[in-house]
């Protein structure tokens, strides 16, 4: 996620996320805080596909990130959480749109070369079906047999091109799959880690 992308909104923040002045430096810390806590309970989707809870998670970030310890606002671990979280969540963003965009057009993907693999299919038996006929005939059907043997190759050729893609589809489907379980794997690791912090800093 890069501010140009703001940018290309005309220049404005997401309006319902646009800063407020805090009086305080513990007004500052608490609202980012709370940002925070607010985009940890979301599923990382609704994070990835929206550029208004994406921008108020990575200001959290940013502006956490860059407090000093000494400032008391945050705990080693949370701020471990804070720092693996700043560091991990573009990358995350980056990875997850264009895998969610495979696995939601992979069933209309798979849809057209499944006609076109049938298509291929009905072609071809009744292409062999020609050639049956003309293997029958021979002696006055030879020529015609070989333009038959010649298309018929053409078309398993394509039908083999097409289960061949429809192969590399799957595997697109799967490893976007696995990405995405992983991302959310991980994810859910750091939910509980900032969890257990933030209970630990209030008992504290």
């Not at 929206?50 to 959290?60: D, Q, V």
């Not at 407090?67 to 008391?72: E, K, T």
Request: glycine share 2%; hydrophobic share 35%; with cysteine.
């Amino acid at each position: 996620m890069k501010f140009q992308d703001f940018e290309d909104d005309g220049g404005q923040l997401p309006e319902p996320f646009v800063p407020t002045v805090a009086t305080t430096k513990d007004e500052l810390v608490t609202k980012a805080l709370s940002d925070l806590e607010a985009s940890l309970k979301m599923p990382l989707k609704d994070i990835a596909t929206s550029k208004a809870n994406s921008f108020r998670l990575l200001t959290a970030l940013n502006f956490l990130s860059r407090l000093s310890l000494d400032v008391g606002a945050l705990t080693h671990g949370l701020r471990a959480v804070i720092d693996s979280l700043h560091q991990d969540l573009p990358n995350i963003l980056y990875s997850f749109a264009p895998n969610l965009a495979k696995i939601d057009n992979f069933p209309k993907r798979m849809d057209e070369a499944q006609e076109k693999e049938a298509r291929l299919k009905e072609q071809i038996s009744m292409l062999e079906k020609d050639i049956e006929d003309c293997e029958a005939k021979l002696s006055s059907f030879e020529e015609q047999k070989k333009k038959y043997v010649a298309k018929t190759r053409e078309f398993k050729e394509e039908f083999e091109s097409v289960r061949k893609e429809k192969s590399e589809m799957m595997e697109d489907q799967r490893k976007a799959e696995q990405e995405i379980f992983q991302n959310d794997y991980r994810w859910s690791i750091l939910c509980t880690q900032f969890q257990l912090n933030t209970h630990d800093r209030n008992l504290s």
